[in-house]
C-alpha cells in the first residue's frame, strides 16, 4: 500500500499533536515541536499501516518536514512496489 504526503502529514499532526495547517515542508522538525519520542511514535504507526519496519536508526540526520516526508514516503513507497 502507497502513502500520499497528505497521508503522511495528518500522521504527523495527530501523532505530534499540532495543527495540520501549521505543517509546511520548510519547517524545522525543531520550530514545529516534533520530538524524537513523536518520530519514534510515527513510525510504530507507519509500521502498524503499512507493514513497513523503519528504524529510527536508519533514518538520516534531517531538519525539516520536507526532509522527513520525502524519506518516508521513499521507504514506504518502495517496500509497497
Same mark, same amino acid.
Given at each position: ?6 497521508? *503522511?502529514?495528518?500522521?504527523?499532526? !495527530? ?16 520550530? *514545529? ?8 511514535? *510515527? *513510525?510504530? =504507526?507507519? !509500521? =502498524? ?29 518502495? =517496500?509497497?512496489?
Amino acid at each position: 500500500m502507497k502513502v500520499t504526503e497528505a497521508q *503522511l502529514l495528518d500522521m504527523i499532526a !495527530e501523532e505530534a499533536i499540532i495543527d495540520r495547517a501549521t505543517l509546511k515542508r520548510e519547517a524545522t522538525l525543531g520550530d *514545529l515541536g516534533i520530538s524524537s519520542l513523536d518520530v519514534i511514535t *510515527l *513510525l510504530f =504507526e507507519l !509500521e =502498524e499501516k503499512f507493514g513497513v519496519v523503519i528504524e529510527e536508526g536508519d533514518m538520516p540526520a534531517m531538519t525539516t518536514l520536507g526532509e522527513m516526508v520525502d524519506y518516508l514516503m521513499g521507504r514506504i513507497n518502495a =517496500e509497497a512496489a
